[in-house]
């Protein structure tokens, strides 16, 4: 039997139980919210184990990749480190202030760990935005100099 028989199987297996447990959810009255609650829960349970699975064979086939070309490897180490440079230049200049949402209700305090990781992210975003245009920009020029 060869792989891809088999994992046609596999899907149809995965299918016909999601189709099963879907199937149950339609059959209960939405106003019996303790009936509903048991039913979804196995879906639910069922579609975090598909996930779980899906991005740990996703993560292992994507590091067997790079460690069997040591050129790819020498690349992703590159990324790796441009994007740990981006980070601690966005930590070093991130704001420690309040965090406020649109409702001006403080969603954390100052001088809080949360408040100084939020401006982090807010700062790498801008900082790879700007990048991102940067470098578009400039390959955009290369290709009209061409």
Do not use: C, H
């Amino acid at each position: 039997m060869n792989s891809s028989r088999i994992l046609t199987i596999l899907v149809a297996v995965i299918s016909v139980i999601g189709f099963v447990l879907f199937i149950r959810v339609l059959g209960v009255d939405e106003e019996n919210v303790q009936e509903l609650s048991g039913v979804v829960s196995p879906l639910v349970g069922f579609s975090l184990v598909l996930l779980y699975v899906t991005v740990g064979i996703a993560v292992v086939a994507s590091f067997l990749g790079i460690f069997k070309n040591s050129g790819a490897l020498k690349k992703t180490l590159l990324g790796v480190l441009g994007l740990g440079v981006v980070l601690l230049v966005s930590y070093l200049i991130s704001d420690d202030g309040q965090v406020v949402d649109a409702n001006k209700e403080v969603i954390a305090a100052a001088q809080s760990s949360v408040s100084k990781l939020t401006s982090t992210g807010i700062w790498t975003s801008l900082v790879l935005l700007v990048l991102g245009g940067a470098f578009f920009v400039f390959d955009l020029f290369k290709g009209l100099v061409k």
